[in-house]
């Protein structure tokens, strides 16, 4: 399910909240308690503020894959998004390559926790964008506008599932029952999906400069949003 189950927080205050009310969403579930449980999470970090400032690793690498998707609307499709994004030395490569440069030069090597929740985010939409056929062209792929908003939501929601799913995941994991286990993950995930979706409604990807200024603060105010929506039912 998550990144990782080994990192167990702070202590105190508002991580002992949290801590308490990731538990009792593991054992009741609930979208009101999935909304409580991000909320305290949000507020131990200390804040909607402090949240997004800290994910500047997920906003970084969520530019560079905008950038790739909006190159890949064009006639050349994903071929062209990598002309974009300047990894034309990957055409022709096979799909393992593809997909290990394009997390390198997008994500690093996730040295920390929030760098790791930004790699295994993006990892998991590369695994759909790129044909698993390996004799499927890249150029045949083609994304359209409404694609390239989808697929940054995806990312977008996994980036945040991401970013609070460690101390989640271990209360989960105690439960001793991995299908209850499981839907709660989902639970989790669909009330993410939700505030992602509200936060991005009315989005021009086309029109935006991702690798410049524009980008990190569209990417920035869209993370903003959802925060500062989980941050109420702190």
Excluded: C
Aim: proline share 3%; hydrophobic share 40%.
């Amino acid at each position: 399910m998550g990144t990782s189950a080994s990192n167990s927080g702070g202590t105190g205050g508002a991580w002992t909240t949290f801590k308490r009310d990731a538990s009792t969403f593991a054992r009741l579930g609930g979208e009101d308690r999935a909304a409580k449980t991000l909320g305290s999470y949000v507020a131990a970090l200390g804040g909607a503020a402090t949240a997004v400032a800290a994910a500047g690793a997920g906003i970084s690498t969520g530019q560079s894959l905008a950038a790739l998707l909006a190159g890949s609307t064009g006639p050349t499709g994903v071929a062209g998004g990598l002309e974009t994004v300047g990894l034309t030395h990957l055409l022709g490569a096979d799909r393992f390559t593809i997909l290990s440069d394009l997390l390198d030069r997008f994500a690093g090597a996730g040295s920390d926790l929030e760098a790791q929740a930004a790699r295994n985010a993006l990892l998991d939409v590369l695994d759909e964008l790129l044909p698993e056929d390996g004799d499927v062209p890249l150029e045949t792929v083609r994304l359209d506008e409404n694609q390239v908003i989808e697929t940054l939501q995806r990312y977008l929601i996994a980036l945040i599932y991401n970013r609070a799913i460690p101390i989640i995941d271990e209360r989960l994991t105690r439960l001793q029952n991995p299908q209850l286990a499981q839907q709660r993950d989902q639970e989790l995930r669909e009330y993410i999906a939700v505030l992602v979706r509200l936060s991005t409604q009315n989005t021009t990807p086309l029109a935006i400069d991702w690798a410049g200024n524009d980008g990190h603060e569209f990417i920035e105010s869209m993370l903003r949003a959802v925060y500062d929506q989980l941050e109420e039912w702190e």
